[in-house]
């Protein structure tokens, strides 16, 4: 079982930035896809950013030169650069990854087994 650990959340103004870091305990990224998702109340989770074991990044349209993601595959931490930040990107963070080389559909949540705690990112105005 791999144990995801994400953190870096916080309150900021818009137009601010913040880096969001998922750490993995026992198992390392190398070989795994990843992928950062939110959600907030009455909706459902979404995808924002991912990356597969190439390095290969996919972006929501919504957050799409604003936020990059990577990994140091040594280190066995993801992280979530989130510059130019907005209101709406208000919501709970969730890291997760697949043993999985690629994946087809990198912004949907089935695609992924394993799921950190999740950390609070709000933007206020």
């Known amino acids: 079982q791999v144990q995801l650990v994400d953190s870096g959340g916080g309150s900021v103004q818009a137009g601010g930035s913040l880096r969001l870091s998922c750490a993995a305990s026992?198992?390392?990224?190398?070989?795994?896809?990843m992928g950062w998702f939110r959600h907030t109340p009455g909706r459902e989770r979404e995808g924002v950013a991912a990356?597969?074991?190439?390095?290969?990044?996919t972006y929501a349209d919504s957050v799409q030169g604003r936020f990059t993601i990577s990994k140091d595959t040594a280190k066995d931490i993801l992280y979530l650069q989130m510059n130019s930040l907005k209101p709406e990107d208000s919501a709970m963070y969730y890291c997760a990854a697949v043993p999985r080389l690629w994946v087809g559909s990198p912004l949907r949540p089935k695609e992924y087994i394993y799921w950190g705690r999740g950390t609070q990112v709000t933007v206020s105005s």
């Open positions: 026992k198992y390392p990224y190398s070989g795994y896809s």
């Open positions: 990356i597969d074991s190439y390095g290969t990044p």
